[in-house]
Nanobody, 119 residues
Framework: EVQLVESGGGLVQPGGSLTLSCAASGFMFSSSHMTWLRQAPGKALEWIST???????TYADSVKGRFTITRDNAKNTLYLQMNSLKPEDTAVYYC?????????????WGQGTQVTVSS
């Protein structure tokens, strides 16, 4: 069974830090590109960052310089280090795994973890 389980969310004050984790199982983690996305209340799903199988990273402008995506293939875990958090970072954060096999794209999703930035 494929599972992506996010953890590490919570309430943090503006300017604070959090580290999200996404534990993967049931598929070839090391062969999958990994992505963090978020959805704020009443807003569309927003792409934040991707780390490729070769550990190339890309970031949305809204988080560049503040967030860092990493992966540990030995632990089948994806991370998102979030620094200098702002109220506008408040959202449910999701991890996504995707790969291309057998002529199609395969996507797996976690259930999300809530991050609230507030004083």
């Amino acid at each position: 069974e494929v599972q992506l389980v996010e953890s590490g969310g919570g309430l943090v004050q503006p300017g604070g830090s959090l580290t999200l984790s996404c534990a993967a199982s049931g598929f070839m983690f090391s062969s999958s590109h990994m992505t963090w996305l978020r959805q704020a209340p009443g807003k569309a799903l927003e792409w934040i960052s991707t780390i490729s199988t070769l550990e190339t990273t890309t970031y949305a402008d809204s988080v560049k310089g503040r967030f860092t995506i990493t992966r540990d293939n030995a632990k089948n875990t994806l991370y998102l280090q979030m620094n200098s958090l702002k109220p506008e970072d408040t959202a449910v954060y999701y991890c996504n795994a995707y790969s291309y096999r057998l002529g199609r794209r395969w996507d797996y999703w976690g259930q999300g973890t809530q991050v609230t930035v507030s004083s």
